[in-house]
Each structure stands twice: as structure tokens, then as C-alpha cells.
């Protein structure tokens, strides 16, 4: 058992019980084996947010259980990235009906995941890189004081953190993911 499998608390999956019981009220269904699953993907700092208001609007006019809360991401809550296998039982980990989204990249083990998948929708929002590259300076100085490159970012004047995006730093190998 790994360590995602672990974290996968009781109480996260009596919520989602308890979400389920409120589409089969809502519905009127008992099941929803002819539901597919969703899957919204987004680059970091790419809308996301925008992505995941509009699969909650889709949970609200389709019979869909309902939208996981946490997204996949390929970096831990602990700093380091995924295994593969982490991050695949998290994409198997779903029911029909279910809509999830995350921050999943084009490896060819994920696409061959997606493209093996019959009753999976998956979408992909994307935004110019250069809207992306200020958006994710923005957060690690303004929005997220504990971001990796908060400090390195912080003490540069805005242009120079520019080109450091563009080109590369010397800090940590970092993935906001």
C-alpha cells in the first residue's frame, strides 16, 4: 500500500458517500453505471479554477455523483513528485458518474491511461505561456509566502524574475504542480 492509498481517509470517502446519496435524491437514480466519468486537466496557474467552475456547473444539470475536492497533482503534499503508480490509483480510484480534475501531464503513460478508458471525458484548458509564466510568479510572491521560489523570486525586480522563468535559476529543481 502505498502512501496516497494511506491518505485516503475514511472521512473523505464518507463525504463522498454523502454526495453520492445526494445525487441519487436529487436524480432520482439508484445508480449511475451509464455515467461516465470526467476528467478536467489544466497546466498550473492555466484556469483551472475557471475549469473546475464549470465541471461544478456540469455536476448541477447532469446526473453526475458529484466533483471529487482534491485535484490530482503529480507533486506530493510533502515536496517530492508522484510515482507513476501513485498517481495512476489515483486516476483509477473513481466511480462512474464521478468528475474529477488535476494536474496531469502528457506522459505516454497517462495518455495510454485516458486513450484505454471507455468511459472516460477528459478536458484540457490551457492559457498563453506567457499569461501562465507572470500568473505563476504572482502566486509563489504574492499569494503563496511558503512557495519554493517565494524568496528567490521575491528579491528579484520584476523583469529579472521574468527572464529567471524563462531561462532557469540555479534553485532547487521546483515544479509547482
Partial sequence: MNIRQLMDTPISRLRELQM?????????????????????????????HLLLQILQ???????FRFVKQRPIRLMTREGRIGATDEILYD?????????????????PVYQSFFNEQQNVISYFVFRDPRDQLLSSIFYAINMHQGHAL?????????????????????QQNHLYL
Fill in 20 to 48: 453520492t446519496i445526494h445525487s441519487i435524491h436529487k436524480w432520482n437514480r439508484i445508480t449511475f453505471t451509464q455515467v461516465p466519468i470526467v476528467f478536467g486537466n489544466a497546466m498550473p496557474k492555466s484556469g483551472s
Fill in 57 to 63: 456547473g456540469l455536476a448541477q444539470v447532469a446526473p
Fill in 150 to 170: 517565494h524568496d528567490f523570486y521575491s528579491n528579484l525586480p520584476l523583469d529579472e524574475a521574468i527572464r529567471a522563468a524563462i531561462t532557469g535559476n540555479d
Fill in 91 to 107: 486516476l483509477q480510484d473513481w466511480n462512474t458518474g464521478v468528475i474529477g480534475w488535476g494536474y496531469v501531464t502528457a506522459d
